[in-house]
T-cell receptor, first 115, second 120 residues
């Protein structure tokens, strides 16, 4: 089954403790992206990657890191989480230009709480 | 920059009735795509309907249809014969093309979302 797999589904952590949210897709998609969803703000792009070793900042990149060492994986790293990073996070993928045409395939989301 | 605005934070409707969710957008592109996504309590993002801007005909998917007004930059979603399973957050999104380092890529810009509750 074609899918984007995100883990964990829920995560509670303490301020300053490094964490990684994993994302993997099995569709050979070039493009992958991370979004965060907050009430009243919708989904905002954090980082994106157009291919292996090619990543760039989205609209709200502060406090986040990503890497793309393999085509299928695109982990999101919070090196020193803070309470304002409490949010619902989505990983998404598509063929490079097809978000414009066909939208994304989304993961199931990670609810992160930083206390 | 591309923007998407959903001005209705919450809507409610009785089962079997019709409801319309509003969305306005702004873009300088001449060709683009518009989407409505549904997010039920399971949090999964589900594509409901898409519209190609160069097509005059409004897209329809079963009980879901859109009213696309290109000149007004408006893209509303109409849900007919509402069902309890339609209860969800609905997001409007605009697909735009961007250039980075000489490479073109696509990106979706989302609105703030509208929570729809269908009452029995």
């Amino acid at each position: 089954e074609a899918q984007v797999t995100q883990n964990p589904r829920y995560l509670i952590t303490v301020t300053g403790k490094k964490l990684t949210v994993t994302c993997s897709q099995n569709m050979n998609h070039e493009y992958m992206s991370w979004y965060r969803q907050d009430p009243g703000l919708g989904l905002r792009q954090i980082y994106y990657s157009m291919n292996v070793e090619v990543t760039d900042k989205g609209d709200v990149p502060e406090g986040y890191k990503v890497s793309r060492k393999e085509k299928r994986n695109f982990p999101l790293i919070l090196e020193s989480p803070s309470p304002n990073q409490t949010s619902l996070y989505f990983c998404a993928s598509s063929l490079r230009t097809s978000p414009v045409n066909y939208g994304y395939t989304f993961g199931s989301g990670t609810r992160l709480t930083v206390v | 920059a591309q923007t998407v605005t959903q001005s209705q934070p919450e809507m409610s409707v009785q089962e079997a009735e019709t409801v319309t969710l509003s969305c306005t957008y702004d873009t300088s592109e001449s060709n683009y795509y518009l989407f409505w996504y549904k997010q039920p309590p399971s949090r999964q993002m589900i594509l409901v309907i898409r519209q190609e801007a160069y097509k005059q005909q409004n897209a329809t998917e079963n009980r879901f249809s859109v009213n696309f007004q290109k000149a007004a930059k408006s893209f509303s979603l109409k849900i007919s014969d509402s069902q309890l399973g339609d209860t969800a957050m609905y997001f409007c999104a605009l697909g735009g093309q961007y250039n980075a380092g000489g490479t073109s890529y696509g990106k979706l810009t989302f609105g703030q979302g509208t929570i729809l509750t269908v009452h029995p």
